[in-house]
């Protein structure tokens, strides 16, 4: 045998207690630009999110698309640049922003999960009314703060056996706005509203790194305070600890920031005893 059918056999009767803890939580995942890759890293990911929903769970895929819109900017001379990890987002910059995520990015994901026997219908935070957002801060122009969330529309596509897959853009309390929202703050938002069990942040660090750059596979939201206290917590790391500590607040049992590099990240986290990246939960 080149491959040890014993040993896989055997994996899948281990799953057992997680797939039946896990059936008809809803588990909201987003997968961001960074964790995105090539078409193969797509359709891996792609095929875990449809094993999600063939063993019960609910699966809601929130997902980014920050190097997807450097390039469009770039290829149309718009400058962009970040302030505390946000995008500065003008009028021309936001219509690029939507056309990128809701357009490009939604679809090749959408289309990624059909191609692996999935059902999954793409929105933004702008249909059926799902996020309504206000500006976040008047130096970033057209970013927006999540404010009032509409989630039944994700519920009624649970109900159907459908994935739903969002781009991180909001309307505004004027219908006429659009704003542009960081996918890390969208995925908590969604997961809040619908008191998911799990948020899982995939992104291309392997999680919450200590003092000595050791991985804390666990941590409550008062060592992740003190931790940002201490600088210990910094950079990229922070909107994505800010999320799971409003996340855990609003409702969300467990936020978990992993590696969406790894193969199979979210089912090792999901199904196996080992856990992947930091697990934060009071
Ligand atoms: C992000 C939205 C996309 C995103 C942006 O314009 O890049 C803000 O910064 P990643 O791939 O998850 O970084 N929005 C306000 O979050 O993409």
Redesign the pocket.
């Known amino acids: 045998m080149d491959r040890d059918w014993i040993a896989t056999a055997k994996t899948l009767s281990e799953a057992l207690p997680y797939l039946q803890r896990y059936s008809g939580a809803v588990v909201v995942v987003k997968f ?3 964790a995105m890759g090539d078409a193969a890293a797509m359709a891996e990911f792609a095929r875990d999110i449809v094993l999600m929903r063939q063993v019960g769970v609910n699966p809601v895929v929130v997902h ?4 997807m ?1 450097n390039e469009m900017l770039g290829k149309l001379g718009i400058e962009s640049r ?1 302030v505390r990890g ?2 500065v ?1 003008d009028q021309a910059t936001v219509e690029v ?1 939507e056309m990128v ?1 809701t357009g490009l990015v939604n679809k090749r994901i959408v289309q990624a999960i059909m191609d692996e026997g999935g059902r999954a219908v793409g929105l933004s935070g702008k249909d059926d009314d799902l996020m309504v957002a206000e500006a976040d801060d008047p130096e970033l122009g057209f ?1 927006g703060r999540p404010v009032e969330m509409n989630v039944q529309v994700l519920r009624d596509l649970f109900e159907a056996g459908i994935i739903p897959v969002v781009a ?1 853009v909001a309307t505004g309390m004027d219908p006429n706005e659009t704003f ?5 703050t969208a995925a908590g938002a969604i997961a809040g509203a619908l008191q998911a069990d799990r948020l899982l942040l995939l992104t291309d660090v392997s999680g919450v790194k200590d003092a000595s750059g050791e991985v804390v596979t666990q941590l409550s939201p008062e060592q992740v305070r003190q931790m940002t206290a201490d600088g210990i917590i910094a950079g990229g790391m922070i909107p994505k600890t800010e999320t799971a500590l409003a996340a855990l607040d609003e409702g969300v049992r467990a936020v978990v920031i992993l590696d969406g590099r790894l193969p199979n990240a979210a089912l090792l986290e999901l199904f196996t005893e080992h856990g992947a990246g930091s697990i934060i939960r009071s």
């Open positions: 961001g630009g960074n980014g698309g920050g190097p819109i970040f946000k995008r987002t922003v995520l970013v991180p542009n929202v960081n996918g890390d």
